[in-house]
């Protein structure tokens, strides 16, 4: 037998592995669908490339890749039978639970018995090996099988405990001398002190400075000012602005070139003015993040039990569309934004409609690939198979038990995203952590993947985008300028001062200060009642422009902003602009509730343009002003690029060739391994892939520098200029074009950011489908300034233009309509802070509200559009 087993498995040995160290074992999720070991097909590991598929695609998987041998992993789970002495007798059939996989906790583990069986399967004629089978497998087989036993599941390690580094204290923390120069940061509006950047902001914890950071491949990022600084003074230690919570922020060492811990952050940042001690602390309850503020009883009920409405006995729901989503530890904010994605036909039509081809075409790795994990999240939500109604049978077992909890779990245990969420949040600083995240921030996050993964293929973030235009005046010449951006949300302000009970706010803060001063537990809080009609108003009031350099005048001035939409989307994105900081650093939430309402008119906000009379600002850009050595470092860098030999040497230790990795990570700009793995992926079929890199000729031209010493606008000129005739740098273009991007459209980027290219690189990712406008247009455009920091720029738009739809055969910019809406779904958030608390849902639903909280579908009793976060209306046809 032993023999006939070695020679059955003879033609295969070439294609069975062992895991290595790195290799993760997917035996706990299947790639394609919701399949586990504990489903009643069970889970078949690939030998090859241990990736884990259920009994339906399986054989997927063994047509497109001809690999055979497959370990099929079953776990049953019973109830143990009790015998008479009370005890608890297991009946397992290899004597013990030896596959190496977190037990499912919605089992309870004193109640149900695990058994496990392996078994090695041979394609495509299911010849079946039980396991183990030491004596009669060949030794390199039975090496691999064990190593697969043993191995943890790809997602075990990413437990709560092992997401954070293990960072080490700064020598420097703890003597660290800081500059008694009177700087104070104030909690919001911060910017670079070099190049006006406003994100990705670090203060030198020495002498106060914010100064930007370098350019992730991630898209976050700066240009460097921060290592400058620290090049020039030696202050070695800075924290990043963004990430200061009560429990610590990320703080970095440029002189030990990592991140560290700093036990004395606290007084630092209070040498500055950040008070951090003073914010309420948070502790972690049911799985939540909630706020530990030891408040007496209150006489209404709480946020938490409104938002949830846990007064009601809500009645449960089962089928197509009402599948839970499991939290897997602070979580809940994915499961909200992904339940109302799914709610919307776009999206539906996009990946559950195309789930045959989308996985008919995935790559060898599925795991990684977008398109893939959203349709199989998409079909898990959408088909009703993981959200099955009890039998009746079940029902009157469970009453006669009065096991009433153990009934909601096994009816309800919804969808676990494991996959799903490690591939998303892959690369992601904040979403890649067990932290509680910004439902809002993760929302645009996903529309930013999908538009990066949608390419020539319909798009189903199209229905969210809308131009805004921006009306900015001169308020001394009282002359105007318009432009247009691309939005995908509504951020709508809430003005406390137009509260509808102010005399209560007023008495309520009296007690407040009156219980501090005696050390008493404070009053009940009251909650704002602002109409949803003010917070309108207060959109479409002026706002002043900080730094506004007026073209009229040829410097600085007071200026004004209004926005008003240029077009409206199919599905408008609303934000209650619910969370802020206060003047002493402590973020808080505002405790509000708005009559949000069902219908929705906006008509009257849409954008006029260029009025009769208005006389519009002169078309120029304030002066550039760069340091004496710019134009040095940018001929040199040019003339010969630097490759980061650290990157080539981490991807050539994953077995590519040498030259390849140095070609990838030249012509991705030196964004890390990550994206030049992609380069890699994407190029490595290519008959020139190994061979040495080839740069190609530099067209650029520089003025004399003679021009500089004589006027020093020339030298700004001359770092700025595009040679040729308003040309990109054909360097510049060769390098975009190599990751596969249009040449048409790697120019327009690069002359939309100033033929800056990691911001070109951006730009190409979020104007997917910017349409290609003629060379009029496209030189007027470069005379514009691009200095928006957190909106997507609309170089090419013409205020006087309306959008035509059906202008761009291969998709629209946006889908204009008329103005009026209809509340489709809202998500709710409970707690002090983004970074607490816990997420829910409510979406309609056949003309029903139900709410979505984590692995519980429920109809809604009451459903709080009052104290929603964000909130989804669909457009109303115009007939």
């Known amino acids: 037998m032993a023999a006939d087993l070695g020679e059955l498995l003879v033609p295969f040995m070439p294609t069975i592995r062992v895991p290595k160290t790195g290799d993760r074992v997917f035996k706990s999720e299947c790639a394609f669908s919701y399949d586990s070991p504990e489903s009643e097909g069970g ?44 005890g608890a007798f297991p009946k397992r059939r290899n004597g013990k639970v030896f596959l190496d996989l977190e037990l499912n906790r919605d089992f309870n583990s004193e109640d149900y018995d695990f058994e496990d069986e392996a078994k090695l399967v041979i394609f495509p004629d299911h010849f079946e090996i039980a396991l183990p089978n030491i004596e009669e497998l060949p030794a390199l087989v039975t090496i691999a099988c064990d190593a697969v036993l043993n191995s943890p599941s790809a997602y075990k390690k990413q437990e709560p405990d092992s997401w954070e580094e293990d960072i080490q204290e700064s020598r420097h923390s703890r003597s660290l001398r800081q500059q008694d120069n009177g700087v104070r940061i104030r909690p919001s ?86 008070d951090m001690l003073q914010m309420q602390q948070r502790q972690t309850e049911n799985g939540h993040d909630t706020d530990n503020n030891n408040s007496p009883p209150r006489s209404r009920p709480s946020e938490w039990e409104v938002i949830q409405e846990s007064g009601s006995k809500l009645k449960s729901v089962y089928g197509s569309g009402y599948t839970g989503v499991k939290n897997l530890g602070n979580s809940c904010y994915l499961g909200c ?58 029902l009157i077992e469970q009453v006669m038990k009065e096991e009433y909890k153990v009934l909601d779990w096994h009816q309800q245990k919804g969808l ?13 600083p904040e979403f890649s952590s067990s932290r509680q995240q910004d439902a809002q921030e993760f929302l645009q996050h996903v529309i930013t993947l999908v538009e990066r993964n949608s390419g020539g293929s319909e798009n189903p ?17 009282r002359r105007v300028r318009y432009n247009q951006r ?66 009229a005048l040829q410097a600085k001035s007071a200026g004004v902003k209004t926005s008003r939409f240029s077009s409206f989307p199919e599905y408008l994105i609303l934000q209650i602009k ?24 906006l008509n009257r906000f849409r954008a006029t343009g260029l009025q009769a009379g208005e006389e519009e600002l002169p078309n120029l850009s304030p002066p550039i002003v760069l340091p004496e050595d710019t134009r040095d470092n940018s001929m040199s860098s040019l003339d010969s690029p630097e490759i980061d030999e650290a990157a ?49 000729p530099s067209t650029i031209e520089l003025l004399p520098s003679s021009a500089s010493e004589t006027d020093p606008f020339a030298a700004a000129a001359a770092a700025t200029a595009t040679p040729l005739d308003n040309s990109p740098p054909e360097e510049s273009v060769a390098i975009l074009t190599s990751m596969g991007f249009p040449r048409s459209h790697t120019i327009q980027a690069l002359r939309a950011t100033n033929n800056n290219l990691e911001r070109a690189l951006d730009w190409i990712f979020t104007h997917p489908e910017e349409e290609q406008q003629s060379d009029a247009l496209s030189d007027m455009a470069d005379t514009e300034p691009t200095n928006q920091a957190f909106s997507l720029p609309n170089s090419h738009s013409d205020p006087t233009l309306s959008p035509d739809p059906e202008a761009d055969a291969a998709g629209p910019r946006v889908k204009d309509g008329p103005g009026r809406y209809e509340l489709l779904a809202f998500i709710s958030h409970m707690g002090a802070s983004t970074m607490s608390g816990h997420y829910v849902c409510h979406i309609k639903k056949e003309g029903r509200w139900v709410i979505y909280n984590d692995h519980k579908v429920s109809l809604s009793e009451r459903p709080p559009k009052d104290l929603g976060y964000i909130y989804f209306y669909r457009r109303l046809s115009s007939s």
């Open 189 to 274: 509006g911060w910017k670079c002190q070099k190049c006006e950047m406003r994100e990705n902001l670090w203060l030198n914890l020495t002498d106060g400075a914010v100064l930007c950071g370098k350019w992730f491949f991630d898209g976050a990022g700066g240009n460097g000012h921060a290592l400058d600084h620290y090049k020039d003074t030696n202050f070695p230690l800075a924290v990043k602005l963004e990430t200061i919570t009560p429990d610590g922020a990320d703080v970095y060492s440029f002189e030990e070139e990592e991140a560290v811990l700093d036990p004395n952050i606290s007084e630092h940042l209070s040498h500055f003015g950040i």
């Open 461 to 477: 973030s199209d229905v969210f985008r809308f131009l805004t235009e921006e009306r900015v005046q001169c308020c001394q010449t």
């Open 416 to 428: 676990s995203p494991k996959m799903f969420k490690a591939l998303v949040s892959k690369g992601h």
């Open 648 to 696: 080539v040497m981490q991807l050539a230790e994953m077995g590519f060739p040498l030259e390849a990795c140095r070609k990838a990570v030249y012509y991705t700009g030196n964004m890390g391994p990550e994206m030049a793995f992609n380069w890699i992926i994407a190029h490595m079929e290519e008959p020139d892939f190994a061979e040495p890199l080839s740069l190609p």
């Open 578 to 601: 619910k969370f802020t900081f206060g003047v002493d650093w402590i973020p808080k939430k505002l405790d509000v509730s708005i009559d949000v309402p069902d219908f929705l008119d």
């Open 337 to 394: 934004v992904m339940q109302v994605l799914f709610s919307i036909p776009e999206f539906q039509r996009m990946y559950v409609g195309n789930l045959q081809r989308i996985y008919d075409y995935s790559p060898l790795d599925p795991s990684q690939d977008f398109a893939t994990q959203m349709a199989k999240l998409g079909y898990g939500l959408l088909s009703g198979q993981f959200s099955k109604p009890p039998m009746k049978s079940e």
């Open 486 to 551: 691309v939005d995908y949300l509504m951020q709508l302000p809430v003005p406390i001062e137009a509260a509808t009970n102010r005399e209560e706010l007023l008495a309520y803060e009296a007690k407040r200060r009156e219980a501090e001063e005696n050390q008493r537990a404070p009053p009940e809080p009251a909650r704002a009642r602002v109409p949803f009609a003010a917070c309108l108003q207060a959109f479409t009031e002026p706002d002043n422009v900080p730094d506004f350099w007026s073209s």
């Open 43 to 86: 889970l078949y590991v690939c030998m090859n490339t241990f990736l884990g598929f259920g009994r339906e695609h399986v054989e997927r998987h063994y047509r497109k890749t001809g690999q055979s041998v497959y370990m099929h992993l079953k776990r049953h789970v019973k109830e143990k039978k009790t015998g008479a002495t009370s």
